[in-house]
T-cell receptor, first 111, second 113 residues
């Protein structure tokens, strides 16, 4: 079974600061996904990373994938309050369909 | 709205009752997934359909749980003899066969009293 771990679990940061969320997974996976979830809401897809070295950016968020290290990162640049949410990474096996989710990182951006 | 829809959005039931949830995927998506999410945790996979065929089931899907997708469009998830431990958010997602991304619905929050 593919295990996915995120850290930190909780992150409180000031507006304007930068920070990185880390996502490690246990076995070979060529597919890594990042989702955002607001309280009481469903999951919103942020990034799909499908190959080693993949880097994607959207606004203040940038995600990368290192399949050799089994590590993905979600970097936040110059945080703003609107980014407060829980962020999940998920991995899947190349031939599989099931997503394995991490426990999430609850991000609070303080004005 | 062309996204994934789920009904009901909230369900409160007494222990021992049966409940059924419905999911309507994005219309052109062949694949449909059910996940369960408890408070403070990430979603956990329950089962997945490709068209009307149920291709994969998690060990989490006990014999009290049954899912169907009879015509390859909407799906239902039934829980029989509900227990308090069944209280969770039940999420449905869909994807195309060629697609890598799963799109999630708003979820059904189940509370078992």
């Amino acid at each position: 079974e593919l295990k996915v771990e995120q850290n930190p679990l909780f992150l409180s940061m000031q507006e304007g600061k930068n920070y990185t969320i880390y996502c490690n997974y246990s076995t070979t996976s060529d597919r890594l996904y990042w989702y955002r979830q607001d309280p009481g809401k469903s999951l919103e897809s942020l990034f799909v990373l499908l190959s080693n070295g993949a880097v994607k950016q959207e606004g203040r968020l940038m995600a990368s994938l290192d399949t050799k290290a089994r590590l993905s990162t979600l970097h936040i640049t110059a945080a703003v309050h609107d980014l407060s949410a829980t962020y999940f990474c998920a991995a899947s096996h190349f031939t599989g369909n099931q997503f394995y989710f991490g426990t999430g990182t609850s991000l609070t951006v303080i004005p | 709205d062309t996204g994934v829809s789920q009904n009901p959005r909230h369900k409160i039931t007494k222990r021992g009752q049966n409940v059924t949830f419905r999911c309507d995927p994005i219309s052109e998506h062949n694949r449909l997934y059910w996940y369960r999410q408890t408070l403070g945790q990430g979603p956990e996979f329950l089962t997945y359909f490709q068209n009307e065929a149920q291709l994969e089931k998690s060990r989490l899907l006990s014999d009290r749980f049954s899912a169907e997708r009879p015509k390859g469009s909407f799906s239902t998830l039934e829980i029989q003899r509900t227990e308090q431990g069944d209280s969770a958010m039940y999420l449905c997602a869909s994807s195309s066969i060629a697609g890598n991304e799963q799109f999630f619905g708003p979820g059904t929050r189940l509370t078992v009293l």
